[in-house]
Every structure is written in structure tokens, then in C-alpha cells.
């Protein structure tokens, strides 16, 4: 008896293209916001941190750009300046930040936040099992309205856990759809990159999406999905070729499952010609030493999502090899197989994963390096380090505060390596996006969660309903 090969995540994802528009949907409405007034932007001191950490070894000590009792100054969405016994201008806030630790926000490179719809669904199952009863099944029944929920919801929880970029990688919806998608993201605060996947009849949506509902808004970008494969090098070379008309990254699932090999991804990347540091490769668990090699010599960048790899038993990436070639890595939460977003516990899984495998505490990624890849190194990987990751006179002012004063954090003994093995999503107590502050004192800004909560169940509800 002949086993039936297991299906690729090209063939399983085939059709999602299908789902109905919704019908009485809300418009988008207005895109401004209430907190989006001189009070949340006003010009920002954050005075007297007892950690800093920069991510920039010119503006501070070691490869963290570490200073010590030191300020921030917030101006214009910007960094304005960063040292000690800074001064506010007459009018300009200033927030106490004396025992905290301040560092750039974490950035996380490959979310479907959509899939808060699907929070602990199929948890006996391996990727391609969850995608069939979780993920395409559950898409499919998701109108327009009930996803601007579902996303809101998770954007919000993405905040308030100190993600301050997220990369969203979106499955083939309508345009209608992308606009409560879209809108759910601006609404929350965040920092965005929509990346779209289409199929080819629909090509056209994605320069439509990026010139009509991203390109206004100041705080997102554009990237083009794809899945790779041998069976669809064609297409794959024709939205490689729509990415660099648009002038935006390509961004594709690879060798997440042991099975995708028989589909070939990297040769059809190679022979679309998409291999490139323009190219952003998620999972990438089952390169081979070859591979690695080719990787790094055309500047490929990659998505490590350690908590998704572990919950759908895809594997371990080779993270040192990789590390060792120069590959750019940085860190992922991955929606739905992820299940909350906690940036703490995906850092502390992706150095324990390689010390579990290798049996030495001293592989890469150390504290200090995973540190790195959960801001500055997910900024290098979306080309967007130029402008966010780390504390930097000039960039983008997104700025998260520890407190370490909590039952799972203190006493104090070494904070870097707290951050990392003790941090929990509460310990953030404000978060800054633009300069904008989204958090105080532990909770978000102008957001009622209860409503946010049980617009979401309402939304949960209507899918069950339509099963």
C-alpha cells in the first residue's frame, strides 16, 4: 500500500483566493486617530534609566551600545539625543524612568495576526495538519468586519508586549478585506509591513493595496508573499519581478516542513532569480550545507520563529551555521502556532533550542545576540535598520521601558540576561511608536480592552456559526 506524499504548503493554501467579500460590511472610515494629538506626540524625555541599552556601539558601550543612569530625548517622532543629564525644553514631558531598563523596540519579522482567530487550534497536529483544519478552513469563513477584529486584537497584544514593527504576512483576501485589515493595523499604533500574497489572477491587487491603503499611511510599508516552489516557478518569478517594480522586499515561506524539500523552494528561488538581500526567507529550518552557503553569498535574509517551529514539530534551525556564514537572521512570533505575542519567551527559545541541540552554553545565539536579533537584527532583515532598532540620534523614536521591580523579574542580579530568561510581556510599562506613547504605567493608551476582547469573541462566534 502506497502512502499519499504529504501535501505542500503551496497545495494546501491553493484556492484561499475563493473567500467570499463580506456583505454590509463598515467602510474603513476616517484614518486619524484620538491619541494621535499633540499630547501622545509632544516632544519626550525619558529621564534617568538605569539601563540603557542602544543597540548601537557608537552611542554606548559593547556591541549593545550600553549606557548606564542615562536619558532619552523623543522629537518629532525622532530620537533627539541620548546621554546623560539631558534637558527638556519649558512645555516638553519628561517621565521618570529611575530603575528601569530602556531599549529600540522589538521587531518581529513574520506574524499573521489574523490567526488570533485560531489561538491553541489543532495543537496535536504538525504544520501541515493545522494549516488544513485550522488555517484554511477557519480563513475562509472570515468576513471583513470580523477581521479587522481579529487583527486589532492582535496588534494591540503585540503592542502592549513592546513589538513595535511587525512584519504581517497576509494570506489572498479581497481589497475589501485588506482595507479593515489595514485599517485595524493603523488603528492600533503599530509599525507596519503588509506583505501580500495574491494569487496570478489577482495580481493586480497587490500594486492596488500598496498605492491606495499603504502608501498613505506614515507607518507602513509594503512587501510581496509568495510560496516557493518547482511546480510554480513562473509565477514565482513574476511576483519576484512585481516586487522589484514596487521596490519592496519578497517574502516566502522555505523548507518549514521536512516534506517541502520534494518541492525544491531554493532551486526555484534561483531559477526565478529571486535570490537576494532583497529576499526574505521564513523558517528555513531544513537548509542544507549548500544552501547556507548560497544564502549567505547572494545576502539572503531569514525569519527564525522558534515557539511556531516547536509547537508544529518542524524542526530546529541550523542558527550557528547560518550565524557562521553571515546570514542575516532575525526573530518571528508566527501568528496563530505562536499563540500570544511574547517576544521574552521567543528570545529565550531560540537560545535554548540551540543549547538543547548542541549541548553547549555557549552557541550562538548568546543572551546578548538574541537581544540584537530581536531589534536591530529584525530591522537589518526588512532593510529598515536605517530607520528603526536601535536608539540612534535620528531614527525613528520607538522605545520600549522595562520595569525589573516584579515578582518574576527582581532582585537584581544580571539584567541583561533577566531581560532574556525572566522578561514577561507585563514588565513592559511604556511603548513609544514614532515617538507616540501607545503605553503608560502598564496599560495602553486610549484602548478599551474589554470592547477590543469582546469584539473579538463576536467575531469568533460568527465563525463557528458559519462552520
Not at 230 to 253: I, K
Not at 317 to 328: E, N, S, T
Amino acid at each position: 500500500m502506497t502512502e499519499s506524499p504529504e501535501p505542500s504548503r503551496r497545495r494546501v493554501l491553493a484556492g484561499l483566493s475563493s473567500i467570499p467579500l463580506a456583505m454590509g460590511a463598515p467602510p474603513p472610515g476616517d484614518r486619524s486617530r484620538p491619541d494621535d494629538g499633540p499630547e501622545r506626540s509632544r516632544p519626550t524625555l525619558l529621564r534617568g534609566a538605569e539601563l540603557l541599552l542602544t543597540m548601537d556601539p557608537q552611542v554606548g558601550e559593547g556591541p549593545l551600545g550600553i549606557l548606564r543612569h542615562a536619558d532619552v530625548l523623543m522629537r518629532r517622532g525622532r530620537i533627539a539625543a541620548v546621554g546623560r543629564r539631558l534637558r527638556a525644553r519649558p512645555g516638553e514631558r519628561v517621565v521618570d524612568v529611575s530603575g528601569r531598563i530602556v531599549l529600540p523596540g522589538f521587531v518581529d519579522i513574520h506574524n499573521h495576526l489574523w490567526q488570533s482567530s485560531i489561538r491553541g487550534g489543532c495543537g496535536g497536529q504538525d504544520l501541515y495538519g493545522w494549516l488544513a483544519s485550522c488555517n484554511s478552513a477557519t480563513l475562509a469563513r472570515i468576513d471583513a468586519q470580523d477581521m479587522y477584529r481579529f487583527v486589532r486584537l492582535a496588534a494591540l497584544d503585540a503592542l502592549q508586549a513592546g513589538v513595535t514593527t511587525v512584519v504581517d504576512w497576509v494570506h489572498p483576501i479581497p481589497y475589501e478585506t485588506s482595507e479593515h485589515y489595514i485599517r485595524a493595523l493603523d488603528d492600533s499604533g503599530l509599525r507596519f509591513v503588509y506583505a501580500m500574497m495574491q494569487t496570478t489572477a489577482n495580481a493586480d491587487l497587490v500594486p492596488r493595496v500598496k498605492k491606495e491603503l499603504l502608501d498613505p499611511l506614515p507607518l507602513a510599508s509594503a512587501q510581496v508573499s509568495t510560496h516557493a516552489g518547482m511546480a510554480t516557478v513562473d509565477r514565482l518569478r513574476r511576483f519576484g519581478e512585481l516586487a522589484r517594480d514596487l521596490g519592496v522586499m519578497l517574502n516566502s515561506h522555505v523548507l518549514e516542513h521536512r516534506t517541502d524539500r520534494g518541492d525544491d523552494p531554493i532551486g526555484a528561488l534561483r531559477l526565478a532569480g529571486a535570490l537576494g538581500p532583497d529576499l526574505l526567507m521564513n523558517h528555513a529550518i531544513h537548509l542544507t550545507d549548500d544552501e547556507i552557503a548560497l544564502a549567505a553569498e547572494h545576502q539572503v535574509r531569514v525569519a527564525h520563529c522558534p515557539l511556531s517551529n516547536m509547537r508544529l514539530a518542524s524542526g530546529v534551525i541550523r542558527l550557528p551555521a547560518l550565524h557562521a556564514h553571515g546570514v542575516k537572521v532575525g526573530l518571528g512570533h508566527d501568528g496563530g502556532t505562536n499563540d500570544t505575542s511574547d517576544m521574552f519567551s521567543v528570545m529565550k527559545a531560540a537560545v535554548g533550542l540551540q543549547r538543547a541541540v548542541h549541548q553547549d552554553p555557549e552557541v550562538h545565539p548568546t543572551i546578548p545576540a538574541v537581544l540584537r536579533m530581536a531589534t536591530l537584527g529584525g530591522a537589518e532583515c526588512v532593510g529598515m535598520a536605517d530607520r528603526i532598532g536601535s536608539l540612534t540620534p535620528g531614527k525613528c523614536a520607538d522605545v520600549v521601558v522595562l520595569d525589573p521591580g516584579t515578582l518574576n523579574f527582581a532582585p537584581r542580579f544580571d539584567w541583561i540576561g533577566q531581560i532574556v530568561l525572566n522578561g514577561q510581556p507585563p514588565n513592559v510599562s511604556h511603548v513609544f511608536v514614532d515617538g507616540r506613547m501607545r503605553k503608560a504605567h502598564g496599560t495602553l493608551l486610549d484602548v478599551d480592552t474589554d470592547t477590543v476582547v469582546r469584539e473579538a469573541e463576536i467575531a469568533a462566534a460568527h465563525v463557528r456559526d458559519t462552520a
